[in-house]
């Protein structure tokens, strides 16, 4: 790449973690928005519900979940993941519904040794089934300070966006026989948990705990989405609590072609694995998405 394209990158990304600094200011509080559900203690809510952190040390994890339950929406949460020697640790973000046949939106990052970079894992499951991964390194250390993770997810198409930044879109595919995302309520989950069975080069790198507990931390947590509850969703007009499908921007949202070229950079130059060009683990033919 030519370093006028690099440095135009780079501004623009910077305009864009700027923007989402102002708009995540208007986010939701962790006490009223989220519970933590395992850990021992390990999790923490702290100032005042403005920050939450999970941490992992050799006897455990930990872990939370939103109180609500979504039905389509725009979802961000800023990260600041574990620093230093993180190999063997995960930290997963993602939306799951429950269930053998639930569905799941993924964020997971696979800790490192100490100068090697971070790998953003992705999937999607729907109807129970996943084998949908495509990985990515990240142009920027996400130890370093706090980045926007989002998920977009409508009736058309899941797009997962860094910073603002669209890495991946998974397009709804029905048409021709592929499951998709959009009749089970998911809510947000988080994890810290050990992996290093298989999440360090396959394995081969183990969890050092001499460097634990190791901490990973959220912030600027925002969702602009439809709640489901007691079997209907907000943005349903039957539901009491309606919000008017037409302020609902989310559920038809899709990516202008500015936005197309700038995922087209980052899977060009940071897209490190992608299940539609595995040929060696689908010799009967790619999945029919791809």
Known sequence: MAFSERAWFSFWACLVILSSLTVSALSGNFYQDFDITWGDGRAKILNNGELLTLSLDKASGSGFQSKNEFLFGKIDMQLKLVPGNSAG???????????????????????????????LHTNVFSQGKGNREQQFYLWFDPTADFHTYSILWNPQRIVFSV????IREFNNSESIGVPFPKSQPMRIYS???????????????KTDWTQAPFTASYRNFKADACIWSSGASSCDSRSPSSTSNANAWWLSQELDSTSQERMGWVQKNYMIYNYCTDTKRFPQGLPLEC
């Open 163 to 166: 910073d603002g930044i669209p």
């Open 191 to 205: 994890s810290l948990w050990n992996a290093d069975d298989w999440a360090t080069r396959g394995g081969l790198v």
């Open 89 to 119: 640790t995960v930290t997963a973000y993602y939306l799951s519904s429950q269930g053998p046949t639930h569905d799941e939106i993924d964020f997971e990052f696979l800790g490192n040794l100490s100068g090697d970079p971070y790998i």
